[in-house]
């Protein structure tokens, strides 16, 4: 399924549901009429009513559409969109040092139609990251997270980016790669405005970051580089538009070695070890893993399809190796999915809660069985949907492959 849009003057089309089917080898036909379309402007301002220069506004068919429209704002911070068809669009906008608007319904008539766009200012964070004898640490990347005061989770780095505010991702493939999503349009500044100073997530020969556009809230400044363990700031609070100094103190640390094995003593390849919410290492085929820099106390956390996570706590002050044994993951739950008359119910979706387990979700055959294993111990928490019923749920269930979950009729709500 394709979205396309067509423009010629003053005239557009956009359709949102082209059909291709697997072996059309492009034979299709496509007809696009192009109809009378108007225009939307406005200007792109601060809250407090100043012009921004050099800010993009969007105009998108939906939240999410596949086919966002971008323009730059000019010296007074003013937009034009031409070849506007009348319908609903949600307009956003954002700048460099301000936290992206988020979007707005606007509703398009056949007339052209006006919209003012505001921006709340962003807060700055700028900063050193040294190391333990206050040298600077050119090539760390910093990333900055936290919450608002509403508790909308913040989460910035370098790699996050313009991408993620347009909704693009990149996947590899072939020399360059694939983008998928709408493509981000770097607006260019207009003549005369001042070029404001970019985010450097990467600090430079003198150790130094700079970080804008942050909303209001709590904010931890954490910072990596591949010579040093993972260091971070202590939280701190920013207003909109506010500025904070910060210096993150990265150390070397020693290195943490260790073996993942089964109950038996065999190794356990493709575990994955983390700490402090951060991916640490993958053990080899050997079961053998190794971190490079630790630095403080931590606890690790250790994962492997088939078995129950473990932890096992490690300190720099401590000698080695540190291993980790799992158990294997024994638990199952299997059994029927009925309705209300004790007939079978197919392609019914049961999802299974085993802690510390990660839920798993099956799926009934035609004869309305499922079955799941390598779960947690038990009990369990176990849910069942169907179009055709209401979602049953079902508290404290033993393993067993003998289990029987009734679905009755659900009503309807018209509106």
Known sequence: RYALRAVRGGEAAYLDGVMVATGDGGAGMV??????????????????????????????????APLPRAVPTDND????????????????????????????????????????????????VEGRVVDEN??????AEVEVSGET????????????????????????AGELGILRGPLPYPPPIPLGAAAPAPKQFRTDDKGVFRVTGLPAGRLVVAATHPDFARGASE????????????????SRGVAVRGRVTDERGDPVGGAELSGEGAAL??????????????????????????????TRAVSPAEHGPF????????????????????????????????????????????NGHFLADGLGPGPYRVVVAHADFAPATFEAVAPTAEARFAVGPGGGIDG
């Open 31 to 64: 007809t696009v009429e192009l109809v009378p379309a108007t225009t939307v402007s406005g200007r792109l301002r601060e809250r407090g009513g100043r012009p921004i220069a050099g800010g993009e506004v969007t105009l998108a068919e939906a939240d999410g």
């Open 149 to 172: 005061p509403d508790g909308t989770p913040i989460a910035m780095t370098a790699s996050s980016g313009e991408l993620s505010a347009s909704g693009a991702r990149l996947e590899p």
């Open 281 to 310: 290492a993958t053990s080899d085929a050997r079961g053998e893993y190794d971190i490079a820099h630790v630095a403080r106390a931590l606890t690790l956390t250790v994962r492997a399809a088939g078995f129950l996570p473990a």
């Open 235 to 250: 939280p701190m609070r920013v207003v909109a538009g506010g500025e904070l100094r910060v210096t993150v103190v990265l």
């Open 323 to 366: 291993d980790v044994t799992l158990r294997r993951a024994e638990g199952r739950l299997g059994g029927d999915v009925i309705d209300d008359r004790g007939g079978p119910v197919s392609a019914a979706r049961v999802e299974i809660v085993a802690p510390p387990m990660p839920a798993r979700w099956v799926t009934t055959d035609r």
């Open 77 to 124: 911070g003013n937009f034009r969109f031409v070849a506007v068809l009348p319908g609903s669009y949600m307009v956003g906008g954002h700048a460099e040092g301000f936290y992206p608007a988020e979007p707005r319904l606007l509703r398009v008539g056949k007339t052209p139609a006006t919209v003012e766009v505001r921006l709340d200012p962003g807060a700055t």
């Open 134 to 139: 206050a040298q600077p640490v050119a090539g």
